[in-house]
């Protein structure tokens, strides 16, 4: 048994994962999350700021005391949309790898799906075809099967992103609203022979569309693994969000991060219009993403 850990250094949120894997399993020790926002500001500076820079440092501190205090024996470090946008990327890279004497791989978005992927169907049993989906802060995965191999498409269209263009200001209005509706549609990829297939939800959007879903007065992760949950309730849960301000969102959704409420309509948003154009009926949230994909790709 080998003690290792996974970071995601996401344009939204940045994540750790500490577990003993043994066999092909990882079983979790350690599992947090934090709401950085690095991908702020992108589409208009091309860089990524200081003050985001400052978030994920502050919350790597934390991380690596952790890992330390585990005696993790390997560490894993992957950067994905903002790193891979951003004009000062080896600026930031430097400095993270100069901090905490480690090593960050930025990630092409096809890998993160492949990697999102080998998480997501290790720990489901999956008997037919499949489509997993990951929404993020400036990039969105899908990842199916097709003719005995695994697809991965990525797309540039994110909560953080989407957030900044268009839900900056909440409730959004109908002008802004139609103009997002055709700015995402333009971007979708057209995707054929998705039908009969079981359908996962991966990453903050998801959770906390389950979160909210389950009508949580706190957030429950374990509640909400392989979580089922139809189009109905969540074009439901959208038209209630979409009259929402930032201020009721906090108020009326208890259970999910205080951080994730400036981008959770955007995020749902984003969601409606993917389960519209592929016809989804019913999706499950998966807890497990990328960081387990991480681990298990190296053992």
């Known amino acids: 048994m080998v003690k290792v850990a996974s970071i995601d250094l996401g344009s939204n949120s940045t994540r750790l994962l500490i577990g003993n894997v043994k066999d092909g399993k990882i079983f979790t020790i350690v599992k947090r999350h934090e709401v950085t926002r690095m991908g702020e500001g992108i589409d208009e500076n ?12 502050k919350v790597l501190k934390k991380y690596f005391n952790e890992i330390k205090k585990n005696n993790v024996e ?4 992957v950067g994905t949309a903002a790193l891979r946008d951003a004009t000062n990327q080896n600026e930031v890279i430097n400095k993270i790898e100069n901090m905490f004497e480690t090593n960050v791989n930025v990630i092409s978005g096809v890998e993160e799906g492949y990697l999102t992927s080998l998480g997501v169907l290790n720990n489901s049993e999956i008997n037919n075809n499949y489509l ?8 969105t995965e899908f990842v199916f ?21 268009y839900f900056s200001n909440l ?10 509706e055709k700015f995402v549609e333009d ?17 903050g959007t998801f959770t906390s569309l389950g979160s909210i ?15 089922e949950i139809d189009k109905d309730s969540i074009f439901n849960i959208f038209k209630q969000v979409l009259n929402f301000s930032e201020a009721k969102i906090l108020s009326r959704y208890k259970g999910i991060d205080p951080k994730r409420a400036p981008t959770i309509t955007s995020g749902i948003f984003l969601a409606t219009k993917i389960i ?3 016809n989804i009926d019913v999706i499950k949230v998966s807890n497990c993403d990328i960081l387990e994909g991480l681990i298990l790709k190296n053992y």
């Open 46 to 57: 091309n860089f990524i700021n200081l003050d985001a820079q400052k978030r994920v440092f």
């Open 74 to 77: 390997q560490i894993f470090i």
């Open 132 to 139: 997993i989906i990951d929404i993020g802060g400036r990039s």
């Open 145 to 165: 099967n097709e003719n005995n191999k695994v697809i991965s498409i990525s797309t540039d269209l994110g909560v953080v992103s989407l957030s900044e263009k």
């Open 171 to 180: 409730p959004i209005n109908s002008n802004l609203l139609f103009e997002a």
């Open 187 to 203: 971007r979708l990829p057209n995707i054929e022979n998705l039908k009969n297939r079981e359908y996962f939800g991966v990453a």
């Open 213 to 227: 879903y389950l009508d949580q007065s706190q957030f429950n992760e374990d509640a909400l693994h392989l979580l």
């Open 276 to 278: 519209k154009k592929y």
